[in-house]
């Protein structure tokens, strides 16, 4: 049951680190570094993340879940702003 929650973690902070570079990215090109684009970004992410996990609610035992639904909120508010900007 440790290696599992070792995986679980490690998964979900290598995607963390992955999405926050891209957010700086995203931050710098598209917004200029602006509180409000840094502000925009973070509360997209944070909705489309809440949005994801209640659907992967019934799949929450799975080892990799949390990192899943990090990274397909990620690509849902990248591909949001790259369509949009």
């Known amino acids: ?8 973690l490690t998964a979900l902070l290598i995607v963390l680190s992955i999405v926050l570079g891209v957010g700086a990215v995203f931050s710098t ?4 570094n602006s509180l409000t684009g840094i ?3 973070i509360g997209e992410l944070f909705g489309a ?8 609610i019934p ?4 080892t990799y879940t ?8 990620a ?11």
């Open 1 to 8: 049951m440790q290696e599992k929650n070792r995986r679980r």
């Open 29 to 32: 090109y598209i917004y200029d």
């Open 39 to 41: 502000g925009k970004l």
């Open 49 to 56: 993340g809440l949005l994801v996990l209640i659907f992967a």
């Open 59 to 62: 799949a929450r035992r799975a």
């Open 66 to 73: 949390p990192a899943i639904a990090l990274a397909i909120a």
């Open 75 to 85: 690509l849902a508010v990248g591909a949001g702003n790259t369509l949009t900007n």
